[in-house]
């Protein structure tokens, strides 16, 4: 079974502090990516990742930065954290192309920014 | 500009009876379309998918059908089960594999007893 493992459920911080988020998978994909999922606004991409040292930015990635060193694992940073990103955020990996694969998804981190 | 639609918020269904949760898109260069059900405080879960060379999919209880004219699929559970209770997502990509999924913003599933 694919493992995507993301570090922390639950997370409070501080506005201004710099948050990472990480993520780290165990199926050797490609792929990874970060969504966050507001109530009424489904699952919207940040950032994504086709390669190690590779990033795209997604529809929403103001505010947001990522690392990925490792093809592993995808870190998301939060720069100067505020209020409007306490959301859920979800971490997904997959396979490169050429055959139709599915995302498979971590079980989030529900960040809270006081 | 809402690439890929769930129009019904919330549905309710008795257990045991189909439960049918419809999708609707705008791009037709999408070839790649899954369904991902999520419980509270967990991760979406891959459920099924479809390419758009085909127009149905099974997979025991659940079954994908893809109406490419209509720009319109549909995930259909039958029978429903409590355990089925969930937010359903519809997705679509542009090419499988390394292409960002288009998510659409759910339907809630309630199965009743």
């Known amino acids: 079974d694919v493992k995507v493992t993301q570090s922390s459920r639950y997370l409070v911080k501080r506005t201004g502090e710099k948050v990472f988020l990480e993520c780290v998978q165990d199926?050797?994909?490609?792929?990874m990516f970060w969504y966050r999922q507001d109530p009424g606004l489904g699952l919207r991409l940040i950032y994504f990742s086709y390669d190690v040292k590779m990033k795209e930015k997604g529809d929403i990635p103001e505010g947001y930065s990522v690392s990925r060193e490792k093809k592993e694992r995808f870190s998301l940073i939060l720069e100067s954290a505020s209020t409007n990103q306490t959301s859920m955020y979800l971490c997904a990996s997959s396979f490169g192309t050429g055959v139709d694969q599915p995302q498979h998804f971590g079980d989030g981190t529900r960040l809270s920014i006081l | 500009d809402q690439q890929v639609k769930q129009n019904s918020p919330s549905l309710s269904v008795q257990e045991g009876r189909i439960s049918i949760l419809n999708c609707d898109y705008t791009?037709?260069?999408?070839?790649?379309f899954l369904w991902y059900k999520k419980y509270p405080a967990e991760g979406p879960t891959f459920l099924i998918s479809?390419?758009?060379?085909?127009d149905k999919n099974e997979d025991g209880r659940f079954t994908v059908f893809l109406n490419k004219s209509a720009k319109h699929l549909s995930l259909h559970i039958v029978p429903s089960q409590p355990g089925d209770s969930a937010v359903y997502f519809c997705?679509?990509?542009?090419?499988?594999?390394?292409?960002?999924?288009?998510f659409g913003k759910g339907t809630r599933l309630s199965v009743i007893a």
């Open positions: 791009n037709s260069m999408f070839d790649y």
């Open positions: 479809i390419s758009s060379i085909k």
């Open positions: 199926m050797d994909h490609e792929n």
């Open positions: 997705a679509a990509s542009l090419h499988s594999g390394n292409t960002p999924l288009v």
